[in-house]
Nanobody, 121 residues
Framework: VQLQASGGGLVQAGGSLRLSCAGS????????MGWFRQVPGKEREFVAV????????YYADSVKGRFTISRDNTKNTVYLQMNSLKPEDTAVYYC???????????????WGQGTLVTVSS
């Protein structure tokens, strides 16, 4: 199984980025897909999750109203559209796949390699 995340980069505060995560080696449509992020020295934190068909999504309070998670099961890809970015959004962002609709990283079976997002003030 591989989850390949991309789309990170350097952006000014207030700007936007779109992360992508392409899955292979798994039946993508059978997995709940989530995004997490991690800052060095801190624990990995939940950002967003989308259910199997993409009909429902849930967000951390810190990103609600600014980030949008979506998925395209025909392309085995999950996206994270990030708008109105803030310096505190700076982190390595990870996509992950789970059999459970969960906000807890321990419930996720497969992880991407991470993509760095840096928001300058």
């Amino acid at each position: 199984v591989q989850l390949q995340a991309s789309g990170g980069g350097l952006v000014q505060a207030g700007g936007s980025l779109r992360l992508s995560c392409a899955g292979s080696g798994l039946t993508f449509r059978r997995y709940v897909m989530g995004w997490f992020r991690q800052v060095p020295g801190k624990e990995r934190e939940f950002v967003a999750v989308t259910t199997l068909g993409g009909g429902s999504s849930y967000y951390a309070d810190s990103v609600k109203g600014r980030f949008t998670i979506s998925r395209d099961n025909t392309k085995n890809t999950v996206y994270l559209q990030m708008n109105s970015l803030k310096p505190e959004d700076t982190a390595v962002y990870y996509c992950a796949a789970s059999r459970a609709n969960s906000h807890t990283s321990n419930d996720y079976d497969y992880w991407g390699q991470g993509t760095l997002v840096t928001v300058s003030s």
